[in-house]
Nanobody, 129 residues
Framework: QLLLVESGGGSVQPGGSLRLSCVAS????????IAWFRQAPGKEREGVSC????????YYGDFVKGRFTISRDNAKNTVYLQMNNLKPEDTANYYC??????????????????????WGQGTQVTVSS
């Protein structure tokens, strides 16, 4: 069974930082394209960042503007999302998602949620003073 488990969410003040983790079990993350998405109440799910299988090419949503960094540790079967300079509008439930790189290609990754077929349960991030 393929399973993704997110952790690292919490409550921080504006300007603070969090590092989210996504641990995979049942499959090797390094053979998949991985992405982070988020969804706030009453809003659509939006792509935050993704990382390709080969070369670690990364893409970010326009709203990130250099504040977040996605990375992967294949030895730990884990993908991270380092979030700095957090803003109240970053408050949302953050999800990790995966899709086989045989579908998306090895050197790129999509930021559309419909491209991914494996999802974690999410971790809540709240940014408030």
């Amino acid at each position: 069974q393929l399973l993704l488990v997110e952790s690292g969410g919490g409550s921080v003040q504006p300007g603070g930082s969090l590092r989210l983790s996504c641990v995979a079990s049942g499959f090797r993350l390094d053979t998949y394209t991985i992405a982070w998405f988020r969804q706030a109440p009453g809003k659509e799910r939006e792509g935050v960042s993704c990382i390709s299988r080969r070369n670690g090419n990364t893409y970010y949503g326009d709203f990130v503007k250099g504040r977040f960094t996605i990375s992967r540790d294949n030895a730990k079967n884990t993908v991270y999302l380092q979030m700095n300079n957090l803003k109240p509008e970053d408050t949302a439930n953050y999800y990790c998602a995966a899709v086989s790189s045989w579908i998306t290609g090895w050197d790129t990754c999509p930021l559309g949620w419909a491209s991914y077929n494996y999802w974690g349960q999410g971790t809540q991030v709240t940014v408030s003073s």
